[in-house]
T-cell receptor, first 114, second 114 residues
């Protein structure tokens, strides 16, 4: 079982729709959860992070966390063609006195078509 | 502007050759990281460093070496022992152990074999 799993897609949604991206993780000790967006040929950029169960909203983006189900999701409302990218889920577990580990999923390709 | 600078953008390696990828940051971050990304894959950690003169192996350190002689700099050497070096290499930094999930990335270096 992979530590962080995402559906690789591609996920195709029409412009203006809600895009729903999902991620599951295997380490119950994971403490914080991150969504990075990566445009083709570019480096990842952080768009959302969440630490507590429930929802966290930032503009058109909502991150949802359910630690009991080991599930984190990203909703993008009013999707735009400029949202077309690969979305990487990353899960962090602190390491006590040493560096904690940030583990990335393989990413979900999102395509928003006009 | 603060950020992370990686160079070169493209690099070609001949068989049996060692090559060094540069990573410099002016964010005053303590921690720095090197990742490898293969097509359609997430990021895999090669090496990380929390402080100057200290670094630790990540998940795929074999065939790679690093140094951290200055806070701002974390070069990665891809040695001839790395038999499949073709990939996108990303350098990242974070403020420290507690914020290791909030990573800032450079623009990456694409390494290919001649």
């Amino acid at each position: 079982q992979k530590e962080v799993e995402q559906n690789s897609g591609p996920l195709s949604v029409p412009e203006g729709a809600i895009a729903s991206l999902n991620c599951t993780y295997s380490d119950r000790g994971s403490q914080s959860f991150f969504w990075y967006r990566q445009y083709s040929g570019k480096s990842p950029e952080l768009i959302m992070f969440i630490y507590s169960n429930g929802d966290k909203e930032d503009g058109r983006f909502t991150a949802q966390l359910n630690k009991a189900s080991q599930y984190v999701s990203l909703l993008i409302r009013d999707s735009q063609p400029s949202d077309s990218a690969t979305y990487l889920c990353a899960v962090f577990r602190a390491g006590g006195t040493s560096y904690g580990k940030l583990t990335f999923g393989q990413g979900t390709i999102l395509t928003v078509h006009p | 502007d603060g950020g992370i600078t990686q160079s070169p953008k493209y690099l070609f390696r001949k068989e049996g050759q060692n090559v060094t990828l540069s990573c410099e940051q002016n964010l005053n971050h303590d921690a720095m990281y090197w990742y490898r990304q293969d097509p359609g894959q997430g990021l895999r950690l090669i090496y990380y460093s929390q402080i100057v003169n200290d670094f630790q192996k990540g998940d795929i350190a074999e065939g790679y070496s690093v140094s951290r002689e200055k806070k701002e700099s974390f070069p990665l050497t891809v040695t001839s022992a790395q038999k499949n070096p073709t990939a996108f290499y990303l350098c990242a930094s974070s403020q420290g152990r507690d914020r290791a999930g909030l990573q800032h990335f450079g623009d990456g270096t694409r390494l290919s074999i001649l």
